[in-house]
C-alpha cells in the first residue's frame, strides 16, 4: 500500500505564502491535493500526472497555487501564495496507481490518501 505523508501546513496572515510537502513511499502515476473544512465536502485543489507533467487547479486558486513533483524521489509540493482566509481547511495528499481512467478532480481517482496537513489562514 502506498504511504503519503504531509508536511508544512501552519497558521499565516492573508497574502503570505506557505509550501506544502507529501513524502510517498513509491512512485505513482498522479498525485493531488485535496482541502476540507469541518461540515463541508473534500474540494479538489490541485494535481500532477507524473509520467506527462500536466497539472491542474480548482479556479479558486489558479495563478497562486503551484504543484510540483520531484524527479529523484516520490515527493510532491504545492507551493501556495497570497493566501486568503477562504483557503483555511485540512489539505489531503492523495495518489493514484493509474492515469488512464478518472478525472482529476474525483476523489475516487486516488487509491491512497495521506493523514492531513492543517493550514489557517487569519486576516
Known amino acids: 500500500q502506498v504511504q503519503l505523508v504531509e508536511s508544512g501546513g501552519g497558521s499565516v496572515q492573508a497574502g503570505e505564502s506557505l509550501r506544502l510537502s507529501c513524502a510517498a513511499s513509491?512512485?505513482?502515476?498522479?498525485m493531488g491535493w485535496f482541502r476540507q473544512t469541518p461540515g463541508k465536502e473534500r474540494e479538489a485543489v490541485a494535481a500532477?500526472?507524473?509520467?506527462?507533467?500536466?497539472?491542474y487547479y480548482a479556479d479558486s486558486v489558479k495563478g497562486r497555487f503551484s504543484i510540483s513533483q520531484d524527479k529523484s524521489k516520490p515527493m510532491v509540493y504545492l507551493q501556495m501564495s497570497s493566501l486568503e482566509p477562504e483557503d483555511t481547511a485540512m489539505y489531503y495528499c492523495?495518489?493514484?496507481?493509474?492515469?488512464?481512467?478518472?478525472?482529476?478532480?474525483?476523489?475516487?481517482?486516488?487509491?491512497?490518501w495521506g493523514q492531513g496537513t492543517q493550514v489557517t489562514v487569519s486576516s
Open positions: 500532477i500526472y507524473s509520467h506527462s507533467g500536466s497539472t
Open positions: 492523495a495518489a493514484g496507481v493509474v492515469a488512464y481512467i478518472g478525472s482529476w478532480s474525483q476523489t475516487m481517482s486516488y487509491p491512497y
Open positions: 513509491e512512485f505513482t502515476r498522479r
